[in-house]
């Protein structure tokens, strides 16, 4: 089971950009799926988590800003990332909670990609 995660890239303060990742494999079924992030010398830290079912659950600090989608069709999540500020600089990374094709419950993590916010 792979996460690959796209979208990431230098944007202007007040700009946008969707990231995307997609889990290809033996996958059984997915639960939650979320994206995460980490700027220099601090921990990793939830952004955003979208549950099987559609409930969403977000940092404060990005609310009303950020949203969270995910196509169970295409076992892809979205993070659309609006009125971005230089605070939001970090790597992100996406996961998933995932069952394989034994019905073992796994957690996931994409490889991350740079989001920066500059003038």
């Known amino acids: 089971v792979q996460l690959q995660a796209s979208g990431g890239g230098l944007v202007q303060p007040g700009g946008s950009l969707r990231l995307s990742c997609a889990a290809s494999?033996?996958?059984?079924?997915?639960?939650?799926m979320g994206w995460y992030r980490q700027a220099p010398g601090k921990q990793r830290d939830l952004v955003a988590a979208i549950s099987g079912g559609g409930s969403t659950n977000y940092a404060a600090s990005v609310k009303g800003r950020f949203t969270i989608s995910r196509d169970n069709a295409k076992n892809t999540v979205y993070l659309q990332m609006n009125s971005l500020k230089p605070e939001d600089t970090a790597v992100y990374y996406c996961?998933?909670?995932?069952?394989?094709?034994?019905?073992?419950?796994?957690?996931?993590w994409g490889q991350g990609t740079q989001v920066t916010v500059s003038s």
């Open positions: 996961n998933a909670y995932l069952a394989v094709s034994s019905g073992t419950w796994y957690d996931y």
């Open positions: 494999g033996s996958i059984f079924s997915i639960g939650t």
